[in-house]
């Protein structure tokens, strides 16, 4: 009795906080978008000075974009869901920044490999 009431608990209290949890992750999503757009748009490079702005953001969008291609034309069968490395790469030095939640800014990140 007890191992069908268990799976039956779990199945009946996703269901019930479905409705709550997937538009809170989706909002909690498009907050941190906004906080990254918001700094990007509003800071220099630490490097070499120059504005960032939303072009930044967009080459570190075109990148992960690249980055996700080109990991799933080298692995086709595998399905891994990762994060974005980068916030911004500045336009002008290369120089990436990754978004910090703690200090909610962006900061200077080492390029990978
Ligand atoms: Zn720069």
Sequence with gaps: MQRII??????????LLAPILVPAVYITKRLKQSRITHEVSHRDCSNCGNHLGIDSA?????????????FKSKYPSMRINFGRPFAAICTHCDCHY????????????PALA
């Design 98 to 109: 990754d978004y910090d939640p703690v200090e909610k800014t962006i900061v200077p990140k």
């Design 6 to 15: 268990i799976p039956s608990f779990i199945s009946l209290f996703t269901v």
């Design 58 to 70: 967009t080459r570190a969008a075109e990148q992960f974009k690249n980055m996700v291609q080109e």
